[in-house]
């Protein structure tokens, strides 16, 4: 009976998730006529597909512009953070504990405690209003939580695999390339699946430090949404087109996820 009850929690709680998507989906089937309070909840008759293409034609060049800043950053920080966890996991030096520390600590200030400065160095570098100000943005504040990731997996290769490499003359590039690197697979998934997710959807950064030019899709929805005469049937299958990329990665790549957090923690 406990295992009953709970499937009969679990189902309901499901339910309570999907009610709003399926919400968006009638929406972004309907004619804007059609889309009233009454009729909320009523299946479309016809299915009015025209509002995905409209909504495709007017977000093309927004999805463009994610799609080069959430591929890029997480390229970028997967790179750095993978090189951040190896040195600090198999080069330890005075204070590289010191150091990890006060690197985790950025994970724990607020975005909009930065904001005002950080708007100023982009500024400052000539980086504000383009895409590539927002990628090193991304860039450096996933650097802590990355790191984190990819020292946590580095620990667990034995070190007599560094060592072995050392004696064969193997340096430090080199040891990370042909040892550390085609090792680390899992934890790659890992930080991808994170960054780019999180990148994808960010909203604040991406609305403060970027002109209309280079705003990514998440501002052009909230744009869109946020004027006086809404067409509601647009901005609801935009929504459903910008949360197709980071659907398709959970399908993908979500099963090596759990699997990519846990890798190692059973090794001796």
């Known amino acids: ?69 959430a591929l890029s950053a997480t390229a970028l920080s997967a790179l750095v953070g993978a090189l951040n966890g190896y040195v600090l996991a198999k080069w330890p030096f005075r204070g590289s504990n010191l150091l990890f520390a006060l690197m985790l600590f950025g994970m724990f200030i607020p975005y909009q405690s930065i904001l005002i400065p950080l708007f100023q160095f982009v500024k400052a570098i000539g980086l504000y209003g383009t895409l590539w100000g927002l990628i090193l943005v991304h860039v450096v504040y996933g650097i802590p939580i990355v790191t984190l990731i990819f020292k946590n997996y580095y620990s667990e290769i034995p070190d007599e695999l560094v060592e072995a490499a050392r004696i064969d003359g193997a340096g430090f590039f080199g040891i990370f390339r042909h040892v550390v690197l085609p090792l680390s697979a899992p934890a790659f998934v890992v930080v991808a699946i994170w960054q780019f997710t999180q990148i994808w959807n960010e909203f604040l950064f991406a609305v403060t430090l970027t002109r209309p030019e280079s705003q990514p899709i998440t501002v052009a929805l909230a744009q869109l949404a946020g004027g ?10 935009g929504a459903i087109l910008a949360a197709l990329p980071t659907l398709l990665v959970y399908i993908f790549l979500g099963r090596y996820f759990l699997r990519g957090l846990l890798a190692g923690s059973v090794k001796g």
């Open 1 to 69: 009976m406990g295992r009953v009850f709970l499937y009969g929690f679990l189902l309901l709680a499901t339910l309570f998730f999907l009610l709003p998507v399926y919400l968006v989906v009638l929406t972004a089937l309907k004619e804007p006529a059609k889309i009233t309070l009454d009729a909320v909840w009523r299946w479309p008759d016809p299915v009015y597909w025209e509002s995905f293409r409209t909504a495709w034609e007017a977000f093309r060049p927004k999805f463009q512009n994610s799609a080069v800043l």
């Open 228 to 237: 006086e005469a809404v067409k509601w049937n647009l901005p609801m299958a």
